[in-house]
């Protein structure tokens, strides 16, 4: 598959069939598989033969979805996850150790920013936060013991995007791990490890499942950090990927680059109608040429995504009169479905920063977040009119 396009690769790559010669993938519903004999037992375990041992760490639905993804990201290994904050937490442990220091993009998923603050932390490694689009930040940020960057692009809610291979010049001279969190673009959007990252991470719950069904979640990477480091880890601490969830998120990869398509054509839509609202005084979106790096995006993606947000003249009131007026929207923190999803950052996500944090993260008191589904657009437009005239 390698010299195939990406829309091929999510539909073929990883599938072994098995004698029954299945068209569709197998769902392998075991927890451990038998031998021959003592002596294939025996190599096995010692690891002097491949295959199947205990579905902990080897299973092959798990196994085929980790080998799509990872020809989808033009990475070497993949390790499937339970969930996306897993996954995390896979990385931190298999890559990083007492007295390191990681650099992270503020504005990211506020569980990652609880597991750096509150988890990591016990363990002796610290974080500090930078302005995601400002590389002076970054550089300035960095500590002889700093080992890994993260970084969200975009970022939620604001849309705002750095440029990865410019990062990746800084982490790379640095010797420092670049990992991106690459859940709302998905590889059919960006492949940041072929603009320099060193790792990718996905919550699959979102896009790659796309509807709204099974939490998990991969990292993605090269055999010496994410084969060896991050696998170890889940070999033996156990936040595995469970094969029915797998076997869901196959087929959800199969009709990703579609989905994407569609998310990203009613998105802008939905962005462009409402630069023109006279409500509206504000609209967050990659796709627009206000965008501040509409540039950059427009390089490194092949695609605006599915996620904007706006903000709403006359604050948090008004705000919610968007939200609660409209009929068949989600209103839920959620995204990556084929259900247009509407949230208020401000008193939800982003509830429990102080209002000074607030500000200085752009979260301002009027905004709205959605994410834009699969719906008609026309549909999706009426339905935010209906609080916005
Ligand atoms: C949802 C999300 C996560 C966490 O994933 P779960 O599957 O919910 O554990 C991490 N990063 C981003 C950007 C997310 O949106």
Request: charged residues 20%; proline residues 4%.
């Amino acid at each position: 598959m390698d010299n195939k396009h990406i829309d091929t690769i999510a539909v073929r790559a990883g599938q072994v069939r098995t004698a029954e010669g299945e068209h569709s993938d197998p769902m392998f519903l075991t927890s451990s598989y038998v031998f021959a004999s003592a002596e294939e037992a025996q190599a096995r375990f010692s690891g002097d033969s491949p295959g199947n041992i205990y579905s902990r760490f080897t299973n092959p639905t798990v196994r085929t979805f980790e080998q799509r993804l990872a020809a989808m990201e033009g990475g070497e290994v993949c390790v499937a996850t339970a969930s996306g904050m897993s996954a995390i937490v896979a990385f931190c442990m298999g890559t990083l150790q007492a007295g390191d220091h990681i650099v992270s993009s503020r504005s990211i998923f506020g569980s990652t920013v609880i597991l750096f603050n509150n988890i990591m932390s016990k363990f002796g490694i610290e974080t500090t936060y930078v302005d995601l689009t400002d590389l002076d930040d970054w550089r300035k940020a960095i500590r002889p013991n700093t080992k890994a960057f993260f970084a969200e692009t975009p970022s939620n809610p604001l849309t705002q995007v750095v440029d990865i291979a410019a990062l990746s010049e800084i982490s790379r001279e640095k010797g420092i791990i670049l990992a991106i969190d690459n859940c709302f673009c998905t590889p059919s959007l960006q492949k940041p490890l072929t603009l320099g990252a060193d790792v990718v991470i996905h919550s699959a719950t979102k896009y790659l499942d796309g509807q709204g069904r099974c939490i998990g979640g991969a990292v993605v990477g090269k055999k010496d950090l994410v084969g060896e480091g991050v696998y170890s880890f889940l070999r033996t601490a156990g936040p595995t990927m469970s094969p029915f969830n797998a076997w869901v998120f196959l087929t959800g990869l199969e009709t990703l680059g579609l989905r994407m398509k569609q998310h990203c054509a009613n998105a802008q839509q939905v962005a462009e109608w409402l630069s023109e609202q006279p409500n509206v005084s504000k609209v967050h979106f990659p796709g627009l040429e206000s965008h501040p790096q509409y540039d950059v995006a427009s390089r490194q993606q092949s695609g605006p995504g599915g996620l904007l947000s706006f903000e709403v003249k006359g604050g948090q009131e008004k705000a919610f009169n968007v939200i609660n007026k409209t009929e068949f929207l989600s209103i839920t923190a959620n995204l990556g479905d084929t259900k247009t999803t509407i949230t208020h950052p401000a008193t939800t996500t982003h509830g429990r920063l102080t209002d000074e944090q607030k500000l200085e993260a752009g979260i301002a008191p009027g905004l709205v977040r959605v994410a834009v589904g699969l719906e008609n657009v026309d549909d999706i437009i009426h339905d935010l009119s209906l609080g916005l005239s």
